[in-house]
């Protein structure tokens, strides 16, 4: 029987269950995890990659710190089916890439690799004193941002020029420590001039436009130019789709992932890469759609099914479009229904909710908990804006931490919590909305801490920092704790219910789903040939229980 599409999937990063993708396989291998899932999701940091935990590529090599080929074979051998990303929008500063232009330039061959903005916006707004182009409002008035200010990286060019370049995420620029040596030889200063230079640069707040040198200040511009040759950069950069290199990345990248095995890939920021001057440059109409369907007809040519990720409003139907062009779809409703079905203790926009999936046969990925927070603004549109608010109230003072877009509220945010802290830390919720999710239509997504039923990490949000908040979702678990783990009746539990949906033939793609409400009871039933699977809740003495009648 084939479960590609029903099967149970494990979600963890490489170093999230006992710091190895090696570890994982011998959890995995473990008795209590037998037959448990039916394929891995993992998260990009199995990748050579530098910041957002996976998020900025480098490339597609194996993080060799992490991952080997050998981990890959011994998850085939338990019949576990691969999950890998696939980032289209962007790829990092460290790429070799981005660090050919740093080198070479103009003279680089992935000089349009990436989208040099001025270039981008050449006769639509007006050249700035800072060497970019500031776009004109009608040009601009409608983009989506996902920071604040434009999405601009200034790039040095080896002849000196700044080049301003398309920057939609996380950049960051760093000047190194000045020396005495380095001064003297590079620039020939004196060594006592150079010592006190290089000391005033150091305890600076490094801005090589605004540092002051006191009496040294004859040799600023000559230090300050300088030193913008000597900086470094973090971040990732939008690719420019409609360079042919680009292409021929896309077609190598799947071509490797298609090489370690994986099934699916799931598609990250694509809504981000097609852009326009004019248009709002996230879920363009239709660049977004044509360059899908151009990168699911390469994936197809290695076997390879896409699965694009993107958070939309209920709302807007983009769920919709993508079910309706053929692709599996994240119901990223599902969490926060959920947790409304509990506040409430009534499952109505739930099954609203499932009625539609089925009706429409839809085909979803689904999930509790996940690597970001738990989502909200897709809720709108299916959730009564005063249940979305309750539900932020609710989670926020469970200890959850709002995520908005640049400090906008009602933009894009999501809280970011563990799941099983959302629910109260309650053991007998947790299990209700297991089951719950392993009785809804689709593929079910199992975000590994929340099967150990995982607390909010504070103290990983802290050693984050600033903007750590999805730290408190991460926690890397020690071999040993998950020992500790394996002895909870809410974490055994749970690996009742994945082997059951894993291995239980009434679960299959043809099955007949129904849902019923009466009051706060609710019942999720399959059928099939192979006979009957069914599901009673009650939302409001929090109970469950499953029956399996087979033929």
């Known amino acids: 029987m084939d479960r590609t599409k029903t099967g149970t999937l494990l979600n963890a990063y490489c170093d999230s269950m006992g710091g190895t993708l090696s570890d994982i396989v011998g959890i995995l291998k473990k008795e209590e995890f037998a037959d448990t899932f039916e394929s891995f999701y993992i998260l990009p940091s199995v990748f050579n990659s530098d910041l957002d935990r996976g998020f900025s590529v480098i490339n597609y090599d194996l993080n060799e710190a992490l991952a ?85 990286l200034m790039v040095r060019f080896p002849d000196g020029r700044e080049v301003p370049y398309w920057n939609t995420f996380y950049q960051a620029v760093n000047y190194p420590d000045l020396s005495a040596y ?44 300088y030193v913008r040759g000597r900086r470094t950069y973090l971040g990732q950069m939008d690719l420019n789709i409609k360079s042919g290199l680009v292409w021929e990345y896309y077609r190598e990248t799947l071509e490797r992932l298609a090489s370690y095995g994986t099934s699916i890939v799931r598609l990250d920021a694509f809504a981000y890469a097609p852009k326009e001057p004019g248009e709002r440059n996230f879920l363009n109409d239709p660049g977004t759609w044509d360059l899908l369907e151009k ?44 947790i409304d079905a509990f506040e409430r203790k009534n499952g109505s926009y739930l099954k609203k909710w499932i009625d539609e999936i089925t009706e429409r046969k839809i085909q979803t ?99 984050a920092g600033e903007g750590g908040h999805k730290e408190i979702n991460r ?42 409400l009466n009051g706060p009871e609710m019942d999720i039933v399959w059928k099939n040939g192979s006979g009957t699977a069914s599901l009673r809740l009650d939302f409001e003495k929090e109970t469950y229980r499953i029956q399996i009648d087979e033929n």
């Open 475 to 516: 926690t890397n678990l020690t071999t040993e704790q998950i020992e500790e783990c394996l002895q909870k009746d809410v974490v055994r539990k749970q690996l009742e219910m994945l082997r059951m949906r894993n291995t239980c033939p009434v679960f299959s793609e043809d099955a007949e789903i129904t849902a019923e």
């Open 68 to 152: 080997s080929r050998e981990d890959i074979e011994e998850l085939k051998k338990l019949n576990i089916r691969l999950l890998m990303d696939f980032v289209l929008n962007h790829i990092s500063v460290l790429s070799p890439q981005f660090q050919d232009i740093l080198k070479k330039g103009d003279e680089s061959k992935y000089r349009d690799f990436f989208i040099d903005w001025n270039r981008f916006w050449d006769g639509c707004g007006e050249m700035s004193e800072s060497g970019y182009i500031q776009p004109d409002e009608k040009y601009i008035g409608q983009m989506f941002f996902r920071k604040a200010g434009l999405p601009i």
């Open 295 to 338: 990168v699911a007809g390469i994936a197809r040519s290695y076997g390879l099914t896409v699965l694009p990720e993107i958070h939309a409003s209920y709302e807007e139907k983009i769920y919709e479009t993508l079910a309706d062009k053929g692709y599996m779809v994240y119901d990223f409703f599902l969490p926060g229904l959920v």
């Open 365 to 463: 990925v689904n999930m509790l908990g996940c690597h970001d927070g738990i989502p909200l603004l897709d809720l709108k549109g299916l959730l009564p804006e005063e249940s979305i608010q309750n539900l932020i109230k609710t989670t926020v003072a469970r200890g959850g931490y709002v995520k908005d877009l640049h400090g906008a509220k009602n933009v894009y945010y999501q809280v970011n919590a563990t799941y099983y802290s959302a629910l109260g830390e309650s053991d007998r919720r947790m299990l209700m909305a297991r089951a719950l999710q392993l009785f809804m239509p689709g593929k079910p997504q199992v975000w590994y801490l929340d099967l150990f039923a995982g607390k909010n990490d504070y103290e990983g949000m802290k050693r």
């Open 182 to 225: 380095e001064l003297v030889r590079d620039l020939g200063l004196q060594y006592n001039t150079a010592e006190e230079i290089a000391r005033i640069f150091n305890e600076s707040d490094r801005n090589p436009d605004t540092v002051d040198f006191g009496r040294w200040n004859k040799y600023r511009e000559e230090v300050a130019d």
